[in-house]
């Protein structure tokens, strides 16, 4: 079955780094974009950024443009996002997220349990 497992979250400083990881299984992870989103206490989940099946092409939110850089590894089935710059309105649950084509032919969402990002000082 389809499984992202995310890791890399945790407390950092404002201006700080941190890299995220999403490790999937279960689905030819190449043939799909991947897409990070996040959700901050109280408010709607957001989305982050996502990249395309090969890599090639990428897009972000205008919050996290030129701060955060989406990145793929077809050969190990894992998808990362590179937090640089981090503010504290990044504290956020970091979820990784694919929709998949099944048998039957509909596509289903999949999202991972989520990674804790804090930023304070």
């Known amino acids: 079955q389809v499984q992202l497992v995310e890791s890399g979250g945790g407390l950092v400083q404002p201006g700080g780094s941190l890299r995220l990881s999403c490790a999937a299984s279960g689905f030819t992870f190449s043939s799909y974009p991947m897409t990070w989103y996040r959700q901050a206490p109280g408010k709607e989940r957001e989305f982050v950024a996502v990249i395309s099946s090969g890599g090639g092409s990428t897009t972000y939110a205008d919050s996290v443009k030129g701060r955060f850089i989406i990145s793929r590894d077809n050969a190990k089935n894992t998808v990362h996002l590179q937090l640089n710059s981090l503010k504290p309105e990044d504290t956020a649950v970091y979820y990784c997220?694919?929709?998949?084509?099944?048998?039957?032919?509909?596509?289903?969402?999949?999202w991972g349990q989520g990674t804790q990002v804090t930023v304070s000082s």
């Open positions: 997220h694919t929709t998949v084509r099944e048998l039957g032919g509909a596509f289903y969402p999949y």
